[in-house]
DNA sequence: ACGCCATCTGTCGTTCACTGACAGATTTTC
DNA sequence: GAAAATCTGTCAGTGAACGACAGATGGCGT
Protein backbone atom coordinates (compact mmCIF):
# COMPACT_ATOMS: atom_id res chain seq x y z
CA UNK A 1 0.00 0.00 0.00
CA UNK A 2 0.79 4.09 -0.01
CA UNK A 3 4.26 5.24 -0.41
CA UNK A 4 5.84 1.38 -0.79
CA UNK A 5 5.20 1.21 -4.57
CA UNK A 6 8.28 2.13 -6.61
CA UNK A 7 8.53 4.69 -8.97
CA UNK A 8 9.37 2.23 -12.04
CA UNK A 9 7.47 -0.88 -12.42
CA UNK A 10 10.46 -3.55 -10.17
CA UNK A 11 10.89 -4.57 -6.65
CA UNK A 12 14.08 -3.84 -4.39
CA UNK A 13 15.42 -6.86 -5.31
CA UNK A 14 15.22 -6.62 -9.12
CA UNK A 15 16.50 -3.47 -8.94
CA UNK A 16 19.73 -4.14 -6.58
CA UNK A 17 20.08 -6.96 -9.20
CA UNK A 18 20.21 -4.49 -12.14
CA UNK A 19 22.94 -1.92 -10.15
CA UNK A 20 25.28 -4.74 -9.69
CA UNK A 21 24.92 -6.47 -13.16
CA UNK A 22 25.79 -2.70 -13.88
CA UNK A 23 28.52 -1.98 -11.86
CA UNK A 24 30.19 -5.53 -13.07
CA UNK A 25 30.39 -4.81 -16.24
CA UNK A 26 31.28 -1.06 -15.92
CA UNK A 27 33.91 -2.07 -13.61
CA UNK A 28 34.96 -4.75 -15.80
CA UNK A 29 35.48 -2.46 -18.71
CA UNK A 30 37.57 0.41 -16.53
CA UNK A 31 40.15 -2.67 -15.99
CA UNK A 32 40.02 -4.16 -19.68
CA UNK A 33 40.65 -0.27 -20.76
CA UNK A 34 43.95 -0.22 -18.62
CA UNK A 35 45.21 -3.60 -18.25
CA UNK A 36 43.97 -6.04 -21.60
CA UNK A 37 41.35 -8.30 -21.01
CA UNK A 38 43.28 -11.79 -20.36
CA UNK A 39 45.45 -9.50 -17.71
CA UNK A 40 42.61 -8.68 -16.08
CA UNK A 41 40.79 -11.70 -13.50
CA UNK A 42 37.65 -12.20 -12.83
CA UNK A 43 38.30 -11.77 -8.74
CA UNK A 44 39.79 -8.10 -9.81
CA UNK A 45 36.21 -7.19 -11.41
CA UNK A 46 34.56 -9.03 -8.30
CA UNK A 47 36.70 -7.32 -5.56
CA UNK A 48 35.60 -3.72 -7.30
CA UNK A 49 32.17 -4.03 -6.88
CA UNK A 50 32.69 -6.37 -3.64
CA UNK A 51 30.81 -9.16 -4.67
CA UNK A 52 32.30 -12.78 -4.65
CA UNK A 53 33.70 -13.72 -8.00
CA UNK A 54 31.18 -16.47 -7.61
CA UNK A 55 28.58 -14.40 -8.13
CA UNK A 56 30.23 -12.88 -10.74
CA UNK A 57 29.51 -15.75 -12.68
CA UNK A 58 25.78 -15.97 -11.26
CA UNK A 59 25.44 -13.22 -14.02
CA UNK A 60 27.56 -13.21 -16.72
CA UNK A 61 28.25 -17.03 -18.12
CA UNK A 62 31.91 -16.12 -18.75
CA UNK A 63 34.33 -13.10 -19.12
CA UNK A 64 33.55 -12.93 -22.12
CA UNK A 65 29.89 -12.78 -21.79
CA UNK A 66 30.53 -9.08 -19.79
CA UNK A 67 32.43 -7.83 -22.71
CA UNK A 68 29.94 -8.77 -25.07
CA UNK A 69 26.99 -7.14 -23.61
CA UNK A 70 26.64 -4.45 -25.43
CA UNK A 71 26.65 -6.16 -28.61
CA UNK A 72 23.93 -8.48 -27.74
CA UNK A 73 22.25 -5.05 -26.60
CA UNK A 74 22.61 -3.28 -30.12
CA UNK A 75 21.39 -6.72 -31.61
CA UNK A 76 17.98 -6.21 -30.06
CA UNK A 77 17.69 -2.77 -31.07
CA UNK A 78 18.29 -3.67 -34.68
CA UNK A 79 15.30 -6.11 -34.43
CA UNK A 80 13.20 -3.09 -33.25
CA UNK A 81 14.55 -0.81 -35.72
CA UNK A 82 13.83 -3.46 -38.70
CA UNK A 83 10.49 -3.49 -37.35
CA UNK A 84 9.82 0.42 -37.82
CA UNK A 85 11.21 0.02 -41.68
CA UNK A 86 8.22 0.56 -44.19
CA UNK A 87 6.94 -2.79 -44.89
CA UNK A 88 7.08 -2.12 -49.05
CA UNK A 89 11.35 -1.96 -48.55
CA UNK A 90 12.97 -5.07 -49.34
CA UNK A 91 14.66 -6.94 -47.18
CA UNK A 92 18.36 -6.01 -47.86
CA UNK A 93 17.28 -2.58 -48.18
CA UNK A 94 15.07 -2.61 -44.67
CA UNK A 95 18.19 -4.10 -42.57
CA UNK A 96 20.34 -1.70 -44.34
CA UNK A 97 18.42 1.32 -42.46
CA UNK A 98 17.88 -0.53 -39.88
CA UNK A 99 21.48 -1.21 -38.74
CA UNK A 100 23.10 2.20 -40.19
CA UNK A 101 20.02 4.21 -37.51
CA UNK A 102 21.12 1.83 -34.69
CA UNK A 103 24.87 2.33 -35.70
CA UNK A 104 24.25 6.21 -36.05
CA UNK A 105 22.62 6.27 -32.51
CA UNK A 106 25.54 4.65 -30.97
CA UNK A 107 27.67 7.89 -33.01
CA UNK A 108 25.29 10.59 -31.67
CA UNK A 109 25.67 10.08 -27.64
CA UNK A 110 29.85 10.69 -26.54
CA UNK A 111 29.93 8.04 -23.70
CA UNK A 112 28.10 5.16 -25.90
CA UNK A 113 30.46 5.79 -28.93
CA UNK A 114 33.66 5.21 -26.66
CA UNK A 115 32.30 2.52 -25.34
CA UNK A 116 31.47 0.79 -28.77
CA UNK A 117 34.82 1.23 -29.74
CA UNK A 118 36.13 -0.01 -26.99
CA UNK A 119 34.16 -3.30 -27.07
CA UNK A 120 35.24 -3.66 -31.16
CA UNK A 121 38.53 -2.94 -29.69
CA UNK A 122 38.34 -6.13 -27.11
CA UNK A 123 37.02 -8.11 -29.84
CA UNK A 124 39.75 -7.61 -32.21
CA UNK A 125 42.53 -8.15 -29.62
CA UNK A 126 41.33 -10.48 -27.42
CA UNK A 127 41.04 -14.15 -29.40
CA UNK A 128 38.26 -15.40 -26.44
CA UNK A 129 36.28 -12.32 -27.02
CA UNK A 130 36.66 -12.12 -30.79
CA UNK A 131 35.25 -15.69 -30.91
CA UNK A 132 32.50 -15.41 -28.25
CA UNK A 133 31.36 -12.79 -29.99
CA UNK A 134 30.82 -14.61 -33.23
CA UNK A 135 29.51 -16.97 -31.06
CA UNK A 136 26.81 -15.16 -29.79
CA UNK A 137 26.10 -12.85 -33.45
CA UNK A 138 25.34 -16.80 -34.93
CA UNK A 139 23.13 -17.26 -31.78
CA UNK A 140 20.92 -14.19 -33.17
CA UNK A 141 21.02 -15.41 -36.28
CA UNK A 142 17.92 -17.64 -35.55
CA UNK A 143 16.00 -14.48 -34.64
CA UNK A 144 17.01 -12.77 -37.39
CA UNK A 145 16.40 -15.02 -39.84
CA UNK A 146 13.27 -15.35 -38.78
CA UNK A 147 12.56 -11.35 -38.67
CA UNK A 148 13.08 -11.60 -41.98
CA UNK A 149 11.06 -14.17 -43.07
CA UNK A 150 8.39 -13.02 -41.55
CA UNK A 151 9.17 -9.37 -43.53
CA UNK A 152 9.29 -11.94 -46.48
CA UNK A 153 5.78 -13.50 -45.79
CA UNK A 154 7.44 -17.01 -46.30
CA UNK A 155 8.10 -20.02 -44.03
CA UNK A 156 11.49 -19.33 -42.08
CA UNK A 157 12.47 -23.40 -41.74
CA UNK A 158 11.22 -24.39 -45.50
CA UNK A 159 12.95 -21.67 -47.42
CA UNK A 160 16.48 -21.54 -46.99
CA UNK A 161 16.55 -17.65 -48.17
CA UNK A 162 15.95 -15.78 -44.70
CA UNK A 163 18.57 -17.63 -43.18
CA UNK A 164 21.27 -16.85 -45.98
CA UNK A 165 19.81 -13.04 -46.04
CA UNK A 166 20.45 -12.44 -41.91
CA UNK A 167 23.40 -14.31 -42.19
CA UNK A 168 24.88 -12.66 -45.10
CA UNK A 169 23.49 -9.46 -43.54
CA UNK A 170 25.57 -10.17 -40.25
CA UNK A 171 29.04 -11.02 -42.39
CA UNK A 172 28.39 -7.55 -44.18
CA UNK A 173 28.09 -5.33 -41.14
CA UNK A 174 30.99 -7.57 -39.62
CA UNK A 175 32.94 -6.12 -42.53
CA UNK A 176 32.13 -2.89 -42.37
CA UNK A 177 33.42 -3.04 -38.63
CA UNK A 178 36.52 -4.82 -39.43
CA UNK A 179 37.24 -2.12 -42.14
CA UNK A 180 36.81 0.77 -39.66
CA UNK A 181 38.93 -0.42 -36.86
CA UNK A 182 41.55 -1.44 -39.50
CA UNK A 183 41.52 0.23 -42.77
CA UNK A 184 39.74 3.50 -42.45
CA UNK A 185 39.74 4.82 -38.67
CA UNK A 186 38.73 8.51 -39.73
CA UNK A 187 35.04 7.24 -41.44
CA UNK A 188 32.00 6.62 -39.16
CA UNK A 189 31.13 2.86 -38.97
CA UNK A 190 27.45 3.77 -39.90
CA UNK A 191 28.80 5.03 -43.43
CA UNK A 192 30.80 2.08 -43.82
CA UNK A 193 28.26 -0.21 -43.14
CA UNK A 194 26.05 1.80 -45.88
CA UNK A 195 28.26 1.25 -47.81
CA UNK A 196 28.69 -2.90 -48.22
CA UNK A 197 24.63 -2.66 -47.56
CA UNK A 198 24.67 -0.90 -50.92
CA UNK A 199 27.24 -3.28 -52.13
CA UNK A 200 24.95 -6.21 -51.58
CA UNK A 201 21.58 -4.84 -52.71
CA UNK A 202 23.60 -4.08 -56.56
CA UNK A 203 24.62 -8.08 -56.21
CA UNK A 204 28.14 -9.54 -56.00
CA UNK A 205 29.17 -11.86 -58.28
CA UNK A 206 31.49 -9.70 -59.65
CA UNK A 207 33.54 -10.56 -63.27
CA UNK A 208 37.03 -11.49 -63.42
CA UNK A 209 39.78 -9.04 -63.98
CA UNK A 210 39.78 -7.82 -67.47
CA UNK B 1 75.60 -41.04 -44.08
CA UNK B 2 74.54 -42.57 -47.46
CA UNK B 3 71.33 -44.78 -46.74
CA UNK B 4 70.74 -42.09 -44.15
CA UNK B 5 68.71 -40.19 -46.55
CA UNK B 6 64.67 -40.53 -46.31
CA UNK B 7 62.68 -41.84 -49.17
CA UNK B 8 60.63 -39.18 -49.08
CA UNK B 9 61.80 -35.22 -48.52
CA UNK B 10 61.90 -34.93 -44.28
CA UNK B 11 64.06 -35.77 -41.82
CA UNK B 12 63.84 -38.63 -38.96
CA UNK B 13 62.71 -36.32 -36.78
CA UNK B 14 59.82 -34.29 -38.73
CA UNK B 15 58.21 -37.60 -39.73
CA UNK B 16 57.70 -38.36 -36.04
CA UNK B 17 56.74 -35.59 -35.42
CA UNK B 18 53.89 -35.97 -38.12
CA UNK B 19 52.63 -39.42 -36.46
CA UNK B 20 52.29 -38.19 -33.00
CA UNK B 21 50.76 -35.00 -34.55
CA UNK B 22 48.42 -37.01 -36.75
CA UNK B 23 47.97 -39.81 -33.36
CA UNK B 24 46.44 -36.98 -31.45
CA UNK B 25 44.07 -36.29 -33.92
CA UNK B 26 42.68 -39.76 -34.29
CA UNK B 27 42.84 -40.33 -30.35
CA UNK B 28 41.04 -37.17 -29.70
CA UNK B 29 38.48 -37.82 -32.36
CA UNK B 30 38.01 -41.37 -30.76
CA UNK B 31 37.18 -39.64 -27.25
CA UNK B 32 35.29 -37.26 -28.49
CA UNK B 33 32.77 -39.50 -30.34
CA UNK B 34 32.06 -41.76 -27.43
CA UNK B 35 32.13 -39.32 -24.23
CA UNK B 36 31.76 -35.83 -26.09
CA UNK B 37 33.96 -32.80 -26.20
CA UNK B 38 33.84 -31.10 -22.75
CA UNK B 39 33.98 -34.65 -21.14
CA UNK B 40 37.17 -35.64 -22.72
CA UNK B 41 40.51 -34.09 -21.12
CA UNK B 42 43.58 -33.32 -22.50
CA UNK B 43 45.41 -35.68 -19.93
CA UNK B 44 43.57 -38.42 -21.61
CA UNK B 45 43.91 -37.49 -25.18
CA UNK B 46 47.67 -37.46 -24.30
CA UNK B 47 47.88 -40.61 -22.31
CA UNK B 48 46.22 -42.56 -25.42
CA UNK B 49 49.36 -41.49 -27.20
CA UNK B 50 51.66 -41.74 -24.45
CA UNK B 51 52.95 -38.46 -24.35
CA UNK B 52 52.84 -35.77 -21.92
CA UNK B 53 49.75 -33.07 -21.48
CA UNK B 54 52.55 -30.12 -22.25
CA UNK B 55 53.13 -31.99 -25.45
CA UNK B 56 49.61 -31.96 -26.41
CA UNK B 57 49.80 -28.19 -26.27
CA UNK B 58 53.13 -28.25 -28.32
CA UNK B 59 51.24 -29.48 -30.95
CA UNK B 60 47.52 -27.84 -30.44
CA UNK B 61 46.74 -24.50 -28.97
CA UNK B 62 44.11 -25.66 -27.00
CA UNK B 63 41.53 -28.60 -27.08
CA UNK B 64 39.88 -26.82 -29.74
CA UNK B 65 41.88 -26.75 -32.00
CA UNK B 66 42.58 -29.98 -32.23
CA UNK B 67 39.03 -30.40 -32.81
CA UNK B 68 38.89 -28.34 -35.93
CA UNK B 69 42.31 -29.21 -37.33
CA UNK B 70 40.08 -30.77 -40.45
CA UNK B 71 38.03 -27.99 -41.12
CA UNK B 72 40.98 -25.82 -41.45
CA UNK B 73 42.53 -28.28 -44.06
CA UNK B 74 39.55 -27.78 -46.04
CA UNK B 75 39.80 -24.37 -46.26
CA UNK B 76 43.28 -25.07 -47.75
CA UNK B 77 41.71 -27.13 -50.08
CA UNK B 78 39.38 -24.53 -51.35
CA UNK B 79 42.10 -22.34 -52.51
CA UNK B 80 43.60 -24.61 -54.07
CA UNK B 81 40.25 -25.51 -56.09
CA UNK B 82 39.78 -21.87 -56.37
CA UNK B 83 43.07 -21.18 -59.04
CA UNK B 84 41.85 -24.60 -60.49
CA UNK B 85 38.39 -22.59 -61.89
CA UNK B 86 38.64 -20.71 -65.45
CA UNK B 87 39.73 -17.22 -65.07
CA UNK B 88 36.39 -16.09 -66.88
CA UNK B 89 34.35 -17.25 -64.38
CA UNK B 90 32.74 -14.50 -62.32
CA UNK B 91 33.86 -15.02 -58.70
CA UNK B 92 30.89 -15.81 -57.21
CA UNK B 93 30.79 -19.02 -59.15
CA UNK B 94 34.02 -19.64 -58.91
CA UNK B 95 33.52 -20.41 -55.25
CA UNK B 96 30.90 -21.90 -56.09
CA UNK B 97 32.43 -24.53 -57.41
CA UNK B 98 35.18 -24.59 -55.73
CA UNK B 99 33.97 -25.39 -52.46
CA UNK B 100 31.10 -28.00 -54.15
CA UNK B 101 34.19 -29.41 -55.55
CA UNK B 102 35.80 -29.75 -51.98
CA UNK B 103 33.04 -30.84 -50.26
CA UNK B 104 32.04 -33.83 -52.95
CA UNK B 105 35.66 -35.05 -52.59
CA UNK B 106 34.61 -35.73 -49.40
CA UNK B 107 31.49 -36.83 -49.74
CA UNK B 108 33.10 -39.77 -52.06
CA UNK B 109 35.48 -41.40 -49.31
CA UNK B 110 33.24 -43.02 -46.65
CA UNK B 111 36.57 -42.55 -43.96
CA UNK B 112 36.19 -38.65 -44.80
CA UNK B 113 32.64 -38.64 -44.75
CA UNK B 114 32.08 -39.46 -41.43
CA UNK B 115 34.80 -37.90 -39.64
CA UNK B 116 33.77 -34.68 -41.58
CA UNK B 117 30.17 -35.19 -40.35
CA UNK B 118 32.08 -36.38 -36.32
CA UNK B 119 33.13 -32.07 -36.55
CA UNK B 120 30.34 -31.05 -37.85
CA UNK B 121 28.68 -32.81 -34.78
CA UNK B 122 31.46 -31.08 -32.57
CA UNK B 123 30.89 -28.30 -33.49
CA UNK B 124 27.65 -27.66 -33.92
CA UNK B 125 26.89 -29.35 -29.68
CA UNK B 126 30.03 -28.24 -28.23
CA UNK B 127 30.16 -23.82 -27.87
CA UNK B 128 33.67 -24.05 -27.73
CA UNK B 129 34.45 -25.79 -30.49
CA UNK B 130 31.67 -23.50 -32.28
CA UNK B 131 33.57 -20.37 -31.31
CA UNK B 132 37.24 -21.49 -31.79
CA UNK B 133 35.59 -23.05 -36.00
CA UNK B 134 34.05 -19.50 -36.25
CA UNK B 135 37.14 -17.53 -35.21
CA UNK B 136 39.42 -19.94 -37.55
CA UNK B 137 36.43 -18.99 -40.53
CA UNK B 138 37.32 -15.43 -39.75
CA UNK B 139 40.95 -15.96 -39.57
CA UNK B 140 41.63 -17.72 -43.02
CA UNK B 141 39.00 -14.74 -44.37
CA UNK B 142 41.71 -12.73 -45.38
CA UNK B 143 43.42 -14.70 -47.16
CA UNK B 144 40.45 -15.79 -49.05
CA UNK B 145 39.82 -12.02 -50.04
CA UNK B 146 43.48 -11.86 -50.73
CA UNK B 147 42.95 -14.59 -53.83
CA UNK B 148 39.56 -13.40 -54.46
CA UNK B 149 41.09 -9.88 -55.14
CA UNK B 150 43.65 -11.34 -57.39
CA UNK B 151 40.89 -12.81 -59.19
CA UNK B 152 39.26 -10.08 -59.56
CA UNK B 153 42.00 -7.51 -60.60
CA UNK B 154 41.74 -5.19 -58.30
CA UNK B 155 43.62 -3.74 -55.03
CA UNK B 156 42.45 -5.68 -51.48
CA UNK B 157 43.09 -2.96 -49.15
CA UNK B 158 41.49 -0.41 -50.74
CA UNK B 159 38.29 -2.19 -52.72
CA UNK B 160 36.19 -3.54 -49.80
CA UNK B 161 34.44 -5.51 -52.45
CA UNK B 162 36.49 -8.77 -51.95
CA UNK B 163 36.39 -8.80 -48.41
CA UNK B 164 32.58 -8.38 -48.17
CA UNK B 165 32.41 -11.63 -50.96
CA UNK B 166 34.40 -13.52 -48.96
CA UNK B 167 32.67 -12.80 -46.09
CA UNK B 168 29.36 -13.14 -47.85
CA UNK B 169 30.88 -16.86 -49.20
CA UNK B 170 31.70 -18.07 -45.67
CA UNK B 171 28.35 -17.24 -44.33
CA UNK B 172 26.34 -19.07 -46.77
CA UNK B 173 28.37 -22.02 -46.71
CA UNK B 174 27.85 -21.89 -43.20
CA UNK B 175 24.18 -21.91 -43.62
CA UNK B 176 24.65 -24.90 -46.06
CA UNK B 177 26.43 -26.73 -43.41
CA UNK B 178 23.96 -25.51 -40.79
CA UNK B 179 20.61 -26.54 -42.30
CA UNK B 180 22.56 -30.11 -43.37
CA UNK B 181 22.98 -30.68 -39.61
CA UNK B 182 19.44 -29.68 -38.84
CA UNK B 183 17.21 -29.70 -41.51
CA UNK B 184 18.12 -31.64 -44.37
CA UNK B 185 20.11 -34.50 -42.96
CA UNK B 186 19.50 -36.35 -45.98
CA UNK B 187 20.42 -34.26 -48.35
CA UNK B 188 24.07 -33.84 -49.32
CA UNK B 189 26.04 -30.66 -48.09
CA UNK B 190 27.68 -30.15 -51.36
CA UNK B 191 23.75 -29.66 -52.99
CA UNK B 192 22.93 -27.46 -49.90
CA UNK B 193 25.95 -25.23 -50.86
CA UNK B 194 25.69 -25.82 -54.37
CA UNK B 195 21.64 -24.09 -53.81
CA UNK B 196 23.00 -21.34 -51.30
CA UNK B 197 25.48 -19.86 -53.77
CA UNK B 198 22.86 -20.05 -56.88
CA UNK B 199 21.13 -17.65 -54.63
CA UNK B 200 23.49 -15.37 -54.18
CA UNK B 201 24.38 -15.48 -57.45
CA UNK B 202 21.14 -14.21 -58.61
CA UNK B 203 20.74 -11.85 -55.79
CA UNK B 204 19.44 -11.25 -52.53
CA UNK B 205 17.67 -8.08 -51.85
CA UNK B 206 14.09 -10.08 -52.04
CA UNK B 207 11.24 -7.94 -52.02
CA UNK B 208 8.42 -8.06 -48.89
CA UNK B 209 5.34 -10.35 -48.92
CA UNK B 210 2.79 -9.44 -51.24
C1' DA C 1 5.16 -6.14 13.23
C1' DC C 2 6.21 -10.84 12.65
C1' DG C 3 7.53 -14.91 10.45
C1' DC C 4 7.64 -17.92 6.32
C1' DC C 5 9.34 -18.77 1.88
C1' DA C 6 11.89 -17.79 -2.28
C1' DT C 7 15.82 -16.02 -3.94
C1' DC C 8 20.44 -14.13 -3.69
C1' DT C 9 25.17 -14.34 -2.08
C1' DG C 10 29.60 -15.94 0.14
C1' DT C 11 32.71 -19.65 1.28
C1' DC C 12 34.94 -23.78 0.35
C1' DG C 13 36.66 -27.20 -2.47
C1' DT C 14 37.55 -29.20 -6.87
C1' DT C 15 38.43 -29.87 -11.74
C1' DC C 16 40.78 -28.73 -15.68
C1' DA C 17 42.87 -25.79 -19.45
C1' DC C 18 46.99 -23.65 -20.18
C1' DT C 19 51.85 -21.71 -19.41
C1' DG C 20 56.78 -20.79 -17.90
C1' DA C 21 61.13 -22.84 -16.42
C1' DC C 22 64.37 -26.24 -16.21
C1' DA C 23 66.57 -30.67 -17.20
C1' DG C 24 67.21 -34.66 -19.84
C1' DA C 25 66.82 -37.06 -24.27
C1' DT C 26 67.21 -37.24 -29.30
C1' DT C 27 68.13 -35.69 -33.80
C1' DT C 28 70.89 -33.08 -36.82
C1' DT C 29 75.04 -31.08 -38.42
C1' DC C 30 79.77 -30.60 -38.90
C1' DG D 1 81.79 -38.60 -32.50
C1' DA D 2 81.20 -33.84 -30.44
C1' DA D 3 78.53 -29.74 -30.50
C1' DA D 4 74.34 -27.39 -31.51
C1' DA D 5 69.53 -27.34 -32.25
C1' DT D 6 65.26 -29.23 -31.22
C1' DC D 7 61.93 -32.04 -28.77
C1' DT D 8 59.91 -33.89 -24.60
C1' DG D 9 58.80 -34.75 -19.59
C1' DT D 10 58.39 -33.03 -14.98
C1' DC D 11 57.13 -29.65 -11.86
C1' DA D 12 54.79 -25.90 -10.17
C1' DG D 13 51.57 -22.36 -10.71
C1' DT D 14 47.61 -19.38 -12.43
C1' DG D 15 43.03 -18.66 -13.34
C1' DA D 16 38.33 -19.90 -15.18
C1' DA D 17 34.24 -22.29 -14.01
C1' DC D 18 31.16 -25.07 -11.36
C1' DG D 19 28.76 -27.90 -7.49
C1' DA D 20 27.31 -27.86 -2.71
C1' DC D 21 26.11 -25.96 1.45
C1' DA D 22 24.99 -22.25 4.71
C1' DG D 23 23.77 -17.70 5.85
C1' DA D 24 21.63 -13.21 4.48
C1' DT D 25 17.98 -10.55 2.46
C1' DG D 26 13.84 -9.01 0.10
C1' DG D 27 8.80 -10.34 -0.87
C1' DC D 28 4.50 -11.33 1.10
C1' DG D 29 0.62 -12.92 3.87
C1' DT D 30 -1.46 -12.40 8.36
Excluded at 56 to 76: M, P
Excluded at 92 to 119: G, I, K, N, P, W
Excluded at 136 to 144: A, F, R
Amino acid sequence: MSPNTTVEGMGLRERKKQRTRKALIEAAFDLFGTKGFEATTVDEISEAVEVSSRTFFRYFGSKEDVAISIQLQQFLEVYQALEARPTHEPVVTALRHAVVDVLRAYEEDEADASQFACVMDLVQHSPAVMARSLEMCTEQLDELARRVAVRMGVDPVTDPRPKLVASVASAALQVAVRAWREDEPDEKVSDLADRAFALLEAGINYPAAG
